[in-house]
């Protein structure tokens, strides 16, 4: 799947000059291309509306840096478990090569060791633990890295009793750790079942995409589910859903608008609103705002 969070455009040749120079003048985001509806959007525009095109309003992903920046209160961030790194314990090797060498570009690449960041931090002054999954690491997929990570972040919001949020942005479990991958499901979703036990509150938001083995586990256990517009969300998608049942599927099936339809999350929040959402929900928990006065 391509990274949304670059260009679609890419600089040619202009007026003869030499490609190389044209590069070296032009910024990268000079210009980007919706993949929903075809607007050509300005850089700098887009990056000021938050990577939401200004004409149809498809929500762009962003990094996990990008996510926590723009949930947080400046300077809060204080990440936790950063060193965690995944082994190859099963030895995989693809075609494309062996797992320990995707994993060593992987980190290249995104500067990530991971596809999550933990730690605490605060939204408008309200003390929390924010995991943040990031798509461009091997599609956000968990093997037990992730799974680690996850369950750390679950376990210190329970021991300090802050709220605890997460958001997906996952294709699921990550093939190359196998049956180890797998059990990060039972894992973080029996964290999750002792954290609701201590009564302390999770919220759960997804965007694109949040599919398969996170939609089966912890994506889905939120005490409120949110979700950003347009997010692709399901266990399986479209394409193969009809496959299997041989039959058409509705244009908007897997969407965060299909879902919400039908009862599966709580509600839609686009990206310029959800950080005050959020606080809501964080002082309607902790008593500092009543439904009244919503």
């Known amino acids: 799947m391509k990274d949304e969070s670059q260009p679609a ?106 596809a999550v960041v933990v730690g605490m931090g605060s939204i408008e002054g309200i003390r929390l633990a924010l995991a943040v999954m990031d798509f461009r690491f091997i599609g956000g997929s968990m093997g037990s890295v992730v799974g680690e990570k996850l369950t750390q972040a679950i376990e210190r919001a329970a021991a ?18 196998g049956t180890i991958s797998l059990m990060q499901m ?26 398969a083995g996170i939609s089966a586990s912890f994506a889905f256990l939120g005490d409120v589910i949110l979700a950003e517009p347009g997010a692709l969300i399901g266990f399986a998608g479209p394409r193969v859903i009809e496959q299997m049942m041989h039959q058409r599927l509705p244009k908007d099936v897997n969407t965060a608008e299909f879902v919400l339809k039908h009862g599966m999350i709580d509600g839609i929040a686009h990206r310029r609103e959800v950080r005050a959402t959020l606080a809501r929900l964080l002082r309607l928990h902790s008593g500092g705002e009543t439904l009244a006065g919503a």
């Open 9 to 114: 455009l890419t600089v040619a040749q202009t007026n003869g000059a030499h490609p190389d120079t044209v590069a070296r003048a032009l910024p990268d985001n000079l210009a980007v291309k919706c993949p929903n509806c075809r607007e050509l959007l300005l850089g700098k525009d887009w990056e000021k509306n938050l990577k939401v095109c200004q004409k149809c309003g498809h929500h762009f992903r962003l990094s996990a840096p990008e996510r926590i920046a723009l949930l947080l209160d400046p300077d809060s961030f204080s990440e936790f478990a950063s060193d965690l790194r995944s082994s190859d314990p099963l030895g995989f090797v693809a075609r494309s090569g062996s797992y320990a060498d995707k994993l060593v570009s992987e980190r290249e690449k995104t500067g990530l060791n991971d």
């Open 160 to 177: 300090e009793r802050a709220p605890l949020v997460i958001v997906s942005a996952s294709g699921g479990a990550r093939q190359q750790e």
């Open 186 to 211: 039972a894992k973080t979703s029996a964290a999750l079942a002792r954290l609701a036990e201590a009564g302390v509150l999770y919220v759960s938001l997804l965007t694109d995409p949040t599919t």
